[in-house]
């Protein structure tokens, strides 16, 4: 067997290689090793241990290796592992102790802190967020935006960064509630509603069905919002009317008062007889929701108090509270005629009315005044109907009040109409031929003149409404033929009489801006207010055709209604709305709400056309009164 041994020998070499005893095959374990006492012998011979099989030999003694090189240097971390070298976070470094038996401390480590540390620049959590948002609010001690919960534009508020940035204090509201002015998608007015955009939309109307046998016109010559989001009308039933479906005079007719609910039902509504004639020609509603209605009326007739008996044709003022009952009523006259046009009331509740008296001693209940021929007045009671003050501008021709607005500072503006020139306190006012129509501003406490103008031309110039602008400037509307100017540069009628517009100047009637709408036929301007942004809304009606700027509109048949939304900076037309078909169909007043929200009240013979979701209404015979609700 000389092969087999050399194939021993050369096993023995091998042994003797790896420093193992050449002991017999047998001595070796089941698993090739050699026993744990044999290992230990073999340890102590430097690294002859860790030479044993496997484990074996390190579980021999653990002190037969170094785990390190002494000065040896390696990388550590101790925080999650996701975060290191996020944010200020990274690893540190250990060292080998000198006798190579283990490294030693992780040094200049930067793990996650428990929480950001807003008055610091960095990511201290180790999240990946420098100042984190959700932590970090705000710049310590700085001041800084917040929130106040309020709905719209008042939820902006500003406030002071507490010290650790992660509090805002003191939240204060940065804008107070203003006008939703339909030119962003913001609830400005911050009631929780939004008015994206301005559109006059039709929303909502009253047409209730008239009488059909003589007399049977009737018509709304004004209109108020109530506090409650609805509205009041007043004006005439049972009447026989103008061909242009007003009353300058009449010998039958039956004062009318309705209250509408926001939501467009009728909550009620009020007809008050006169043995003779009643026709009710303003309405104000006051901030507690007290309505008052003036007119004039002939023969008896009473509101819900005792009868009120008229010497010829004599003036009336009532007042219902907001579900329509009686609160107290008044009339005043001496014989002749005296008309209340037009009423309005101030922030106390202080009522001023203005019209005219005639030929007759007459008191509006301060002095008595002996009137020449027709003579304006202006006029103020408190809420309780008593008098306050009152001025009748007595002059050598016919001059009557026809319409006035309360201003936001309290004073009164009135507006009405004369056949030549007068004094309306402030000195003799020429006139320009023809008719003429006036404007004057009163002070409200006293009646104290503060300014007067006179508009005329070599032919007529006719009063229409007048209103405020939100900054206290007074607007003016109606119709005129040949020229007027206001104070600007001349306008000229194109057609047979165009609607005027015109801003004057609160403290002294100045002319601020003006402008003329007409092409053909008579156009004329029968109510002007303007809604919290400054535009301007101005109502009346056309029997040819006119122009607001946007291209030709044409009647249908006859008088047809408009209404114009005109912009606050330059009155160009944001939208134009036209009411007409079959017959004559007038407007006489409009009113805005807070919202801007609009609602126009007149008269229709024939049909009306309103569009959705009104339709299209027929009257019962004769002329049909009619208001309708528009958005802003």
């Not at 030479?51 to 550590?76: N, W």
């Not at 950001?116 to 959700?134: R, Y």
């Not at 409200?444 to 007048?466: C, E, V």
Request: aromatic share 6%.
């Amino acid at each position: 067997m000389p092969h087999a041994g050399r194939r021993i020998r050369r096993s023995l070499g091998l042994f003797a290689v790896l420093g193992l005893s050449a002991a017999p095959l047998a001595c070796l374990d089941t698993n090739g090793s050699l026993p744990v006492e044999t290992g230990g012998t073999a340890g102590s011979g430097g690294m002859a241990g860790a030479g044993g099989a496997g484990g074996a030999g390190a579980s021999g003694g653990a002190g037969g290796s170094e785990p390190c090189t002494p000065g040896e240097m390696r990388a550590c971390y101790s925080g999650p592992d996701d975060t290191e070298n996020v944010g200020d976070c990274k690893a540190g470094t250990q060292i080998c102790a000198d006798d190579g038996s283990e490294f030693g401390p992780c040094e200049d480590e930067v793990v996650p802190a428990a929480a950001e540390d807003c008055t610091l620049p960095g990511d201290e959590d180790c999240n990946g967020e420098v100042q984190d948002a959700a932590i970090c609010v705000c710049e310590p001690l700085q001041p800084a935006a917040c929130s106040t919960g309020l709905p719209g534009s008042c939820g902006a508020g500003t406030g002071t960064c507490s010290a650790d940035g992660k509090t805002i204090e003191s939240c204060m509201q940065v804008n107070e509630p203003a006008f939703d002015d339909c030119v962003t998608a913001e609830d400005e007015d911050c009631d929780g509603t939004a008015i994206a955009m301005c559109t006059g939309a039709v929303e909502q109307g009253v047409t209730p069905a008239g009488k059909n046998m003589d007399p049977m016109d009737d018509a709304i010559y004004d209109v108020a919002f109530t506090p409650d989001g609805g509205y009041v009308i007043a004006g005439t039933i049972d009447a026989a009317l103008g061909s242009d479906l007003f009353v300058f005079s009449a010998n039958e007719g039956s004062v009318y008062v309705a209250k509408v609910d926001a939501d467009g039902q009728t909550a009620w509504e009020k007809t008050y007889p006169a043995t003779e004639v009643g026709l009710a020609r303003g309405v104000a509603v006051d901030s507690a929701g007290r309505i008052t209605v003036v007119g004039e009326f002939t023969g008896t007739i009473n509101f819900g108090g005792s009868d009120l008996q008229s010497n010829g044709i004599e003036l009336f003022m009532f007042q219902l509270d907001g579900a329509g009952a009686h609160v107290w009523s008044k009339k005043y006259g001496a014989g002749n005629t005296q008309s209340a046009q037009d009423v309005d009331v101030d922030a106390a509740g202080n009522l001023f009315v203005t019209g005219w008296v005639t030929s007759d001693n007459v008191s509006l209940g301060g002095d008595t005044v002996d009137p020449n021929m027709d003579d304006l007045f202006v006029a103020s009671y408190d809420s309780a109907g008593n008098h306050r003050w009152s001025r009748i501008l007595v002059n050598n021709s016919n001059q009557r009040g026809r319409r006035l607005t309360v201003m936001k500072d309290g004073n009164v503006a009135i507006m009405g109409e004369t056949e030549s020139g007068l004094d309306l306190g402030g000195g003799n006012l020429q006139g320009g031929g023809g008719r003429d129509f006036v404007a004057a501003m009163y002070n409200g406490s006293n009646g104290n003149h503060i300014w007067s103008k006179l508009f005329g031309g070599g032919q007529d110039q006719f009063h229409g409404n007048i209103g405020a602008t939100p900054n206290g400037n007074v607007l003016v509307t109606g119709r005129f033929a040949g020229s007027i100017d206001f104070g600007g540069s001349s306008m000229t009628a194109v057609g047979t009489q165009d609607v005027y517009v015109a801003e004057l100047g609160a403290g002294s009637g100045n002319h601020v801006r003006s402008k003329r709408f007409g092409l053909s036929g008579t156009s004329r301007g029968a109510g002007i207010t303007a809604d919290g942004a400054g535009n301007v809304i101005v109502t009346g009606h056309f029997d040819n055709s006119i122009d607001f700027g946007t291209g030709t509109i044409n009647t249908g048949n006859a008088n047809d209604i408009f209404v114009v939304k005109l912009a606050a900076t330059d009155w160009a037309p944001l939208w134009t709305k036209t009411f007409g078909v079959n017959g004559t169909q007038t407007a006489w007043a409009v009113a805005a709400d807070g919202k801007g929200n609009l609602v126009v009240g007149g008269s229709f013979e024939q049909q009306i056309a309103f569009g959705n979701p009104l339709g299209t209404v027929t009257s019962s015979g004769g002329a049909d009164l009619f208001s309708v609700r528009l958005a802003p």
